[in-house]
């Protein structure tokens, strides 16, 4: 049984990888390198990471594509996908996460903002082995916005896609709610959950308010703490 998280970095610059790999090695992580987007595909195959931290420019096939194939592979679990970029517009990173990413993580990236976003991913049985962030301990008081919580489905996932509480609502259409009931997954953020859908984040804000009243969703923060909130 694994007592460490595992990383997997596919980027073809040395110099990222070696950053990515220190960093998140001092924090505890298990790392592994590919410098290829065909030889990412083979060690996630061989390793089975929690998660992948991949480039979207690759000197072989595209970024894109490489997360598509992991995440219609078949594993012993679902790996947790941060998309790296230098390109940042908004149709950037709504394309990458629509391709199967959790997290789209722009580059120039600090070494906080790196441990961060996999510490999202991690599995909760697996936290106690790494670090949150290697510079700073959040202070007690500090809230996450609304925007930055993570919304889980209460109920199974099967009877979010058969049924649609908005039938008769006019908040959103019955197309793009059960769009919403998808990309809940209990690892995207509100605001990359708009992203994904393409929606105003009033909208999803307000949809989601209702499925909060409906006792159909909880909202998390990044540490996977429960949040009392009424959006």
């Known amino acids: 049984m694994r007592s460490r998280p595992t990383v997997l970095v596919v980027d073809d610059s040395p110099t990222t990888c070696l950053f990515i790999a220190s960093t ?25 990471p929690y998660c992948l931290i991949l480039d979207v420019m690759l000197p072989d096939i595209s970024g894109y594509a490489v997360c598509r194939q992991v995440q219609q592979s078949i594993l012993d679990h679902q790996v947790y996908v941060i998309l790296i970029s230098a390109k940042n517009a908004p149709l950037d990173q709504s394309y990458g996460l629509r391709q199967g990413a959790h997290r789209y993580l722009p580059k120039p990236f600090t070494a906080e903002d790196l441990v961060q976003a996999v510490w999202e991913g991690v599995p909760g049985h697996l936290r106690q082995s790494v670090l949150p962030s290697t510079f700073s301990t959040p202070q007690k008081n500090e809230r996450p916005t609304y925007l930055e919580l993570i919304p889980r489905r209460v109920v199974d ?11 008769h609502s006019p908040i959103i259409k019955e197309k793009q709610a059960r769009q919403l009931y998808d990309a809940i997954d209990g690892q995207r953020t509100l605001d990359e959950i708009a992203n994904v859908i393409g929606l105003e984040r009033r909208a999803v804000t307000n949809t989601l308010h209702e499925l909060l009243k409906k006792n159909c969703i909880q909202m998390y923060d990044s540490a996977g703490k429960l949040m009392e909130t009424t959006l």
């Open 157 to 167: 996932q099967d009877s979010m896609r058969t049924r649609n509480p908005f039938a």
């Open 24 to 48: 998140l090695e001092q924090a505890g992580y298990d790392v592994n390198v590919a410098l290829k987007g065909q030889e990412g595909l083979a060690k996630v195959a061989a390793f089975h």
